[in-house]
């Protein structure tokens, strides 16, 4: 294949491809390369990847055990489908049932979060015999019509005519609380609304609520710590299904738990998964107990779903986390991170509004004084610090808060790179604004 340079390659790929499907960069690099924490363009430019190919990466660009593992299984058997029986898949649904907590023991595997989410809806459904479902508002749960529905932000819900029977309670976000509280006394008004939403948007009756522990492209947006032992217990009372969205925030990226959802000390029924599960190779699971998947619908198939070369992958690199320590890994270097942008944030205070997240799973909201969002100016440091040759993430409901959710692997040589980048492209912007 001849390497087209980034100018032809940006040509054929605006004429190609489809225009929603947007870039991060203004001026993006040609990546053809990736290892470690880093990636290469096609001039053999490097790039320090603290984005991880959007929460994806986590073991690293190219792990040679994950790679090898992938390889040998390409070589020897790709794909029969779910209808036979091979060994990788149920290899790895053994793991996921000893890393998934409690009583979750079940996997079905599918190629994308989107249609985990799916799945698990579709089962919450089948098993509580009700249909209604309550997400989030600021959440992002994927690209189907189900999915997109249950999303919680305009810009990915460009279908005017929703999914029925999805309503959307308030989001647990501090630092711009919809009640207008602040954490030392707002007796947790926001879990509270889960059960006004129930008694007054739908029949008192739901099936499920879904939520991300950490929503992702809301902008790492992290609810106080009994926020979600309170939702249960409402939940409890109306015998409604918790699934916990751990496409972002599974595999250990908050440090400590392999899921997310355990830093908050609740069990939910079902975990839905994707993204770092397979380093980068298309993967999803529902992972539920087997009471739950008694009652799951009498047949149901995947064609590449669990598929020998994904699942070989994923067990692979669930190995990788626990050789190679990296949930501590992401403990220690993310709270380092946040330290240094917490110092970036006393230096520039007009700037950077909130720092947040646990373990790699990090943002920081840029805000003016008054807390406007400041997107212009979010987009504008994105671009300097890939200029200089780190790569960090955008999200949030207003395009303003930088997403570092880095390979699990990366060091504090890696962090202390991207902070004096990240400086840079701060100060510069602080003096000229978004220009
Ligand atoms: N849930 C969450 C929390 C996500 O972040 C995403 C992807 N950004 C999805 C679901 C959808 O996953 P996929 O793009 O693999 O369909």
Known sequence: MALLNREELKKKRDKYLFTSVKQLYSEPPHFVKGKGQFLYDETGREYLDMFGGIVTISVGHCHPKVTQVTVEQVQTLQHTSTVFLTQPMVDLAEKLAEIAPGDLNKSFFTNSGTEANEAAVKLARLATGRNEVIALQHSYHGESHLAATLTGNHHYRSDNMPAAGIVHAANAYCYRCPFKKTPDNCALECAKDVERVIQTQTSGKPAVFIAEPIQGVGGAITPPDEYFKEVKKILANYGVLFIADEVQTGVGRTGKHWFGISNWGVQPDMITMAKGLANG?????????TELVEKAPKQQINTFGGNPVSSAT???VLEVIEEEKLMENALTVGNYLMDGLRDLQKQFPDLIG??????????????????????AETARIVELSKDDGVVIGK???YGNVLRVKPPLNVTKENIDTTLKVLKKAIESTAKVGAK
Request: net charge positive; glycine share 16%; proline share 5%.
């Open 395 to 397: 999200g949030g409901l």
């Open 281 to 289: 190779l298309p993967i999803g699971a529902v992972i539920a107990s």
């Open 314 to 316: 994923a067990k692979a």
């Open 354 to 375: 909130e720092v947040r997240g646990k373990g790699l799973m990090v943002g920081a909201e840029l805000a003016d004084k008054d807390k406007n969002p400041l997107a």
